[in-house]
């Protein structure tokens, strides 16, 4: 008998109900705060930056799915990759042989990790972290791992054990004994490992949280202080690797930092098959992996599996192709300059910063009476809602998708698919210079909508 499926028909049927949908059975709260902020778009059809309405019109996306669209949406290569690992009908996930595809996809990652030897498939960022938090524990036989102020590793417990943010940790007690210090702080970290119970440090080379990158020589110093006290260095590059920040790793921009475990995701995926890696040196791994007796002390159902495989391969093979990383570093360059010389034009402006296509924008509070009243009254009711305030209009008049960089942050992060140009660089910072305008005038809708904002704060207190 055979079993027929038309998800196309699915589709056709069902999907209006999109919201409620979700509303009914998922996260009730995402479709009630997407339909608050007019983000409750419905968007037919995605293809490289770019999603379409059913009206046919374009919105610019520069958030990437959180990054995980390196390539944009659809990339023709990473498509047909797909297409061809489901035609060629392998004998996936048997669990008891080894496919040539993860060795080939770890090859080809580690050819772009000099000083790393092996690599652990596994299924997410979160993952990634988690794996490289046992191997950390394992290989020293020490329990501690600290992590940085602000910082953003994952979801899980053992991740959410070094999130440096109170807010996705409240409530999810106990935890693992781990340890925040500040970022750049080295007389901090010198204090903690001298305490001997320290595994590793775990860092995002750029935080992902507000933007902000770690000082100058910080992960070189560090490095040797972790090493001097027989501990590790964890790099976080799930959202900063593969080009994002305009060079293959965001560490790879301090000479002389080698991470003893690196953690990568998100753009690995090509956006298609959630995939996870935990690089790592050799030692590290023939430690975990000690005999024929361990050889299933760390693994995962899924990881390595054919699809996920295949998308790495042909992501890598376009990252080299089609000079990613470096269109990464020119268009990031170029976005960053251009909205850096609003600075003095804007007093709302307060800062622009980041490397590659990891841009921070930073609101401020103004010289001006008049705007210095209504940002008091924003800041009264919940930091952040400037940069919502901001957000919101992006979308809705010059349909362009952005994010605020976290709760209570008046900084909105860009991410956008690593594959933008020129073409859309114009096209954000006009519309950006327009929603600056409008909030610089003091009146208008952009104000008017800072009301619903601040009711809402007050509302969820």
């Given at each position: ?11 056709a ?9 979700h ?40 958030l ?41 996809l ?56 070094v ?14 004994p ?27 080379p ?44 965001a560490?790879?921009h ?6 003893d ?32 007796d361990?050889?299933?002390v ?33 268009t990031?360059d ?51 809602l400037?940069?919502?305030m ?65 009711k ?6």
């Amino acid at each position: 008998m055979t079993t027929e499926f038309d998800l196309g028909a699915l589709l056709a049927e069902r999907g209006a109900e999109r919201y409620e949908l979700h509303g009914r059975y998922l996260n009730h709260q995402l479709p009630r705060m997407l339909h608050t902020l007019g983000f409750d778009k419905v968007y037919e059809r995605g293809e490289g930056a770019y999603f379409w309405d059913a009206e046919g019109h374009d919105y610019l996306d520069m958030l990437a799915g959180f990054g995980v669209m390196g390539l944009g949406r659809h990339h023709p290569v990473v498509r047909k990759a797909l297409h061809d690992v489901l035609d060629a009908g392998l004998a996936d996930l048997t669990r008891f042989d080894c496919q040539p595809l993860p060795g080939l996809l770890a090859e080809k990652l580690l050819a772009h990790s000099p000083h790393l030897d092996r690599a652990f498939f596994g299924n997410s960022g979160t993952e990634a972290v988690e794996t490289a938090l046992k191997f950390a524990r394992y290989a020293t036989g020490r329990p501690r791992i600290l992590y940085c102020d602000h910082a953003f590793h994952g979801l899980t417990t053992g991740s959410l054990s070094v999130n440096g943010e109170s807010g996705f940790r409240d409530g999810f007690a106990p935890l693992l004994p781990d340890t925040a210090v500040p970022l750049g702080d080295l007389d901090a970290l010198a204090r903690e490992l001298k305490k001997g119970d320290v595994a590793a440090l775990i860092v995002e080379p750029i935080q992902g949280k507000g933007v902000h990158e770690a000082p100058p020589g910080y992960l070189r110093a560090a490095q040797e202080l972790l090493h001097k006290h027989k501990a590790l260095l964890i790099a976080d590059e799930v959202q900063t690797g593969l080009g994002r920040t305009g060079d293959f790793y965001a560490y790879q921009h301090e000479e002389g930092v080698e991470p003893d475990l690196v953690c990568v995701a998100k753009a690995l995926s090509g956006g298609y098959v959630p995939v996870g890696a935990t690089l790592g040196k050799d030692r590290i791994f023939k430690k975990v992996y000690s005999s024929m007796d361990r050889v299933l002390v760390h693994s995962a159902s899924f990881g390595s599996n054919a699809q996920a495989m295949a998308a790495g391969l042909a992501v890598l093979s376009v990252m080299e192709n089609e000079q990613i990383v470096a269109n990464a570093r020119a268009t990031g360059d170029l976005l960053r300059t251009r909205l850096a010389a609003l600075v003095d034009t804007y007093e709302l402006l307060a800062d622009v910063r980041g490397r590659g296509l990891m841009i921070g924008i930073e609101f401020g509070k103004p010289r001006s009476l008049k705007l210095r009243g209504r940002w008091t009254m924003l800041q009264a009711a919940r930091k952040g809602l400037f940069a919502q305030m901001v957000v919101v209009p992006l979308l809705q008049r010059h349909r362009i998708l952005t994010q605020v960089s976290g709760d209570h942050l008046e900084v909105i992060k860009l991410i956008p698919p690593l594959i933008v140009g020129e073409r859309e660089v114009d096209r954000f910072v006009d519309a950006f210079t327009a929603v600056m305008d409008e909030a610089h005038s003091g009146g208008g809708l952009m104000w008017d909508f800072s009301k619903t904002l601040v009711k809402q704060a007050v509302a969820n207190r």
